[in-house]
């Protein structure tokens, strides 16, 4: 159980290309997603934290414009990069939590590698 | 900004040695999380240790919890080859139960 879906896994496109990302749990429905941003052999950097049906709270540092968040439903969440630049090359992983208890763990997707040319 | 520190941030041994690593970190916690991560996959959760808890197992894992201190270990014992993995604490914080992840040890098991 607790599975999430992340798509896709690698994305390759030119600069200025807006890039969406899906981010879906299988089996179970998730009160709260998370996106995250992982660059080579460093740890996950918080992005943004996405309850349904309302806005996404985004992490210091991060532009809401630049990186766009809709948890429209209970199993899904879109993380879409705008214009995308080589400098938002990355690793993008998203979590997903279901319940509204404190000792809930976060269920990974396995992330989407994007490079921007 | 990084709330944990972990320790070694690499290690390399034998298969069927024991691993040992640590997590350090700063504030007050609801509970603390240790995950797998393999080359270029997600996350996989491993176990989640509350604040009041002082240890916690799980098959070949052992966690322990020391608040006091603001410390805690993981020991995966009787390695295999599979282990071979980056393993990162995270301390879950606030109502939001949003996760700050520490540096990560990468773990090298050798057949």
């Known amino acids: 159980g607790a599975v999430v879906s992340q798509h896709p896994s690698w994305v390759i496109c030119k600069s200025g290309t807006s890039v969406k990302i899906e981010c879906r749990s299988l089996?179970?429905?998730?009160?709260?997603m998370f996106w995250y941003r992982q660059f080579p052999k460093q740890s996950l950097m918080l992005m943004a934290t996405?309850?349904?049906?309302?806005?996404?709270?985004?992490e210091q540092g991060v532009e809401k414009d630049k990186f766009l968040i809709n948890h429209a439903s209970l199993t899904l969440s879109t993380l879409t990069v705008t214009s995308a630049h080589p400098e938002d090359s990355s690793f993008y992983i998203c979590?997903?939590?279901?319940?509204?208890?404190?000792?809930?763990?976060?269920?990974f997707g396995d992330g989407t590698r994007l490079s921007i040319l | 900004s990084q709330q944990g520190e972990e320790d070694p941030q690499a290690l390399s041994i034998q298969e069927g040695e024991n691993a040992t690593m640590n997590c350090s970190y700063k504030?007050?916690?609801?509970?603390l999380q240790w995950y797998r991560q393999n080359s270029g996959r997600g996350l996989v959760h491993l176990i989640l240790?509350?604040?009041?808890?002082r240890e916690k197992h799980s098959g070949r894992l052992r966690v322990t919890l020391d608040t006091s201190k603001k410390s805690s270990s993981l020991l995966i014992t009787a390695s295999r080859a599979a282990d071979t993995a980056s393993y990162f604490c995270?301390?879950?914080?606030?109502?939001?139960?949003?996760?700050?992840f520490g540096q990560g040890t990468r773990l090298t098991i050798n057949p």
């Open positions: 979590s997903a939590r279901g319940g509204t208890g404190s000792n809930q763990p976060q269920h």
């Open positions: 089996d179970f429905q998730a009160t709260t």
């Open positions: 996405s309850n349904e049906g309302s806005k996404a709270t985004y």
């Open positions: 504030t007050s916690i609801n509970n």
């Open positions: 240790i509350r604040s009041n808890e």
């Open positions: 995270a301390t879950g914080l606030g109502g939001a139960q949003k996760l700050v």
